[in-house]
């Protein structure tokens, strides 16, 4: 007969005990943080420093280069996989994919990283968009302009924490498929630098802000990688990492 120790049993009604919150702060939350204080930073120095600079103006350029070379086939196809990262479909696709990862592996890990990858990109380009308020490129938008402005890219953060995210979730569980976990590698960084470059094209964006966009994403991702995903803060009563 397997018996249970009372340390067990209270970790086993309460899991969020096994919790270590002064990991969390350290892995997780400080580095968040600090990236916060960047993004805002960077958006206040394009803004209020830079405006008459050299960056800006080849940032403007770049942007009026862009829409001189538009197709009607371009459009169409920057049209789709701009959509690929709107906010209803990430929202949407983030919880079935959390979901689906809990009945798969049968335990939370990969969900809490996917979902505060997600949340956390959103909430910084949220805060940074509103303080920053960067206009938007002076080339004809091909898409309505939502009431956020131009500093950062929320597609293209919201894409990479989203499809690298999921991919760095598969990758961790095709030990023996090396070729399979380049694959869904290239694909979860390839489909985010589609979506940068279609933001950019349909005037949207500066290259700045995608630029900025997509090593936002990527940041979150590694950060909530470290601390809930390959190393969780977490332990167990024996004192052991808890998988």
Known sequence: MVTTSPAE??????????????EVGRRILLPLFALLVATLGT???LVNVLGDTWLIER????????AAERSGFWNG??????????????VVATAIFAIGFRIAYKRWRESVFLIFAVWAQS???LASTVVSQRPRPEVAHL??????SSWPSGHTSAGVAFY????????LHMHRHAILRWVLLAIGLGVPLAIAGSRLYRGMHHLTDVSWGFMLGAA?????????LYRPALKAASGRVST
Not at 9 to 22: A, C, E, I, M, Y
Not at 77 to 90: A, G, H, Q, R
Not at 164 to 171: D, N, P, Q
């Open 9 to 22: 049993t209270s970790q086993t009604k309460h899991p969020w005990q096994r919790v270590d919150f002064k």
């Open 43 to 45: 958006g206040l120095l």
């Open 59 to 66: 940032d403007e350029a770049f942007s009026r280069e862009i």
């Open 77 to 90: 196809i920057t049209d789709v996989v701009s959509s690929f990262s709107d906010t209803p479909v990430i």
């Open 123 to 125: 909430l910084i380009f």
């Open 143 to 148: 898409d309505p302009a939502p009431p956020t």
């Open 164 to 171: 690298f995210g999921v991919a760095a979730v598969l990758t």
């Open 220 to 228: 979150c991702v590694a950060i909530l990688a470290g601390g809930a």
